[in-house]
């Protein structure tokens, strides 16, 4: 099993639409979750950090389930400029570094 | 999060040749590292640049082949030595602040070994 596991998509949707993007880790003593956008041909960007206790930024609802080992990101009323590709990042030992990064889950929104 | 720049943007070189990579902050940071992007892959940590110490290389990557340095908390170089073909990628910095574990990204430097 890869340690950090995502759909690749493409995801397909059309402008306002909800879109969700599913993430399974290996690890579980893993500690910290993230999601990081990264557009073509750009560098990853921090989108948001994922908490036990799920948070919220604006349109986006990123939530983790420990039991399951999954994490998964939402997206209401997707706009134009979302399409990107949304990388689920995972540290599996807690410390400075050892980030481990998904392949990423290709979005596309379409007018 | 920081101001990273890489230089260069991008290059194309040959096989047998090496290539060094800058990467420069805008600020003091504790941690920073060298990540590898192959086409259609996820990053790969190369490894992670120590300020006034040897840099620590993860599984699959050697010091002869990934010379790193760090002579400040605000710049490090990664040189991709005696290239390859299968060394076309390409490669991003990376720092951590030390104010939790995210990470903010150099904008990457494209390499082509033809």
């Known amino acids: 099993r890869k340690e950090v596991e995502q759909d690749p998509g493409p995801f397909n949707v059309p402008e306002g639409a909800t879109v969700a993007f599913n993430c399974t880790y290996s690890n579980s003593a893993s500690q910290s979750f993230f999601w990081y956008r990264q557009d073509c041909r750009k560098e990853p960007k921090l989108l948001m950090s994922v908490y036990s206790s799920g948070n919220e930024d604006g349109r986006f609802t990123a939530q983790l389930n420990r039991a399951s080992q999954y994490i998964s990101l939402l997206i209401r009323d997707s706009k134009l400029s979302d399409s990107a590709t949304y990388l689920c990042v995972v540290n599996p030992r807690g410390s400075q570094g050892n980030l481990i990064f998904g392949k990423g889950t290709k979005l596309s929104v379409k007018p | 999060s920081a101001v990273i720049s890489q230089k260069p943007s991008r290059d194309i070189c040959q096989r047998g040749t090496s290539l060094t990579i800058q990467c420069q902050v805008d600020s003091q940071v504790t941690m920073m590292f060298w990540y590898r992007q192959q086409p259609g892959q996820s990053l790969t940590l190369i490894a992670t640049a120590n300020q006034g110490s040897e840099a620590t290389y993860e599984s699959g990557f050697v010091i002869d082949k990934f010379p790193i340095s760090r002579p400040n908390l605000t710049f490090s170089t990664l040189t991709v030595s005696n290239m390859s073909p299968e060394d076309s990628s390409i490669y991003l910095c990376?720092?951590?602040?030390?104010?939790?574990?995210?990470?903010?990204f150099g904008p990457g430097t494209r390499l082509t070994v033809l």
């Open positions: 990376s720092v951590d602040k030390g104010q939790g574990d995210e990470q903010f």
